[in-house]
Structures are given as C-alpha cells and as structure tokens.
C-alpha cells in the first residue's frame, strides 16, 4: 500500500542551524501539507503547497520557513535559522485531491530537537 | 474562526468495554470532520470523517462517530474496546475549501487494560 515516508526519523541541530526535512508523498498525489506538534501540544498546520506553489500558510510560518518540491517525488520543509521552540515532531502529508472533504495521508514523523 | 476541543486528554477503559471519545467543534460554516488514529512511531492514520452525507458515520476497526449539529459534537464510539486499540485519537475539522487545512483538536490518549 502507497505510504508517505520521511526522512530523518530524528534530527538534532544546534541554535541558529539550518535543517531540511525530506518527505516523499504519494507518487499520484498533488497537494502537500506540513504540520508540526509541540510536546505535550496540538497538532497544528503550518503550510499546505499545490502546483508549485504554498495555498495556504499559518502564521507560524514566518520567513525561517520555506518549502520546495525539488523534484516529482521529494517535499521538502526547510528551516533556515532553527530555535530552541522550533523543537517538535514534524508530520508530512499529501492528498489525492484537494477540497476539505479528502483524506490526507500522514507520513510518521520527523522528530526535531534543537539544543 | 473553526476550533476543536477533545475533552480528556487521557481515557481508560477495560478490554471489551465501551469506548466513547468526545469531540466538540466550532464553525461558522458546515464542516468536514476527522478522527485519526496515531499508534506509537507511527503516523496519522484516517479511522473516519464525515462530510454531511450522513450524520452517522462508520470507519475501520469498528469505529463509528455521529455528527450532532445541535450539539456541535462528533464523538468516536466503539461498543467493544480491543488491547489493539491503544492509541492517540485526534478529531479535526476543515472548511470546505481547496487548501485543505486540518484543525486539530488536543488528543486523546486512550488505554485498554486487560
């Protein structure tokens, strides 16, 4: 069964470092979707990305943010200058279709710890 | 502005016991509704949603949940609880629109004991 998968499981960084979280989604879907959870915190949205560009951003998703489909398969979730509250589980997803109705397939999660 | 509030953050239930997970919303327009299941290093996984084509909805491994306008609620049930079903619930809700965007409630971790 078709599966999102990301890389890495676990990241740890130090202050002021720039990291990039990789994720492949579904190879025939079109809209892609980060969320991060803060522990012990809600699962929230941080940017949704369809034709090559963001549909939608939170306003958690300031300029240390950006994402980029480089190629057909990977998205990628780049933070260029992480803090220590950027510490939490990073989860990709991707949808066949878009509307609010559709289901989104959730990748397993990038754990970041910046120390 | 559409919000999700989970009530108990922590269920138990014992093995073959009823398992009722509570999920209150706000929106100001019809919503679309989800309940996804996370098991441990695992990620969001869809149990069911409802998008106004029925108000009860069933979903896998025997789940089901009700969409109750006039209560505002869409609470999961499942009248057998499984040790298998141990686990993170999370409800969320979107709007009908092209993004997508997922508001998620806080969680509910719900434990089985035998």
């Known amino acids: 069964e078709p599966e999102v998968t990301q890389t890495p499981s676990h990241q740890v960084t130090q202050m002021g470092q720039e990291v990039i979280l990789r994720c492949v989604p579904i190879?025939?879907?079109?809209?892609f979707y980060w969320y991060r959870q803060i522990l012990g915190q809600k699962v929230e949205f941080l940017v949704s990305?369809?034709?090559?560009?963001?549909?939608?951003k939170s306003e958690i998703f300031d300029d240390q943010f950006s994402v980029e489909r480089p190629d057909g398969s990977n998205f990628t979730l780049k933070i260029r200058s992480t803090k220590l509250e950027d510490s939490a589980m990073y989860f990709c997803a991707s949808s066949g279709d878009g509307g609010g109705y559709n289901e989104q397939f959730f990748g397993p999660g990038t754990r970041l710890t910046v120390l | 502005a559409q919000s999700v509030t989970q009530l108990g953050s922590h269920v138990s239930v014992s093995e073959g016991a009823l398992v009722l997970l509570r999920c209150n919303y706000s929106?100001?327009?019809?919503?679309?509704l989800f309940w996804y299941v996370q098991y441990p290093n695992q990620g969001l996984q869809l149990l069911l949603k409802?998008?106004?084509?029925?108000?009860l909805v069933k979903g896998i491994n025997g789940f089901e949940a009700e969409f109750k306008k006039s209560e505002t609620s869409f609470h999961l049930t499942k009248p057998s609880a499984h040790m298998s079903d141990a686990a993170e619930y999370f409800c969320a809700v979107t709007r009908s629109s092209n993004t997508g965007k997922l508001i998620f409630g806080q969680g509910t971790t719900l434990q089985v004991k035998p």
């Open positions: 990305f369809y034709n090559n560009e963001i549909s939608e």
């Open positions: 409802y998008t106004s084509a029925a108000t």
């Open positions: 929106s100001s327009v019809p919503p679309y």
């Open positions: 190879s025939n879907h079109l809209y």
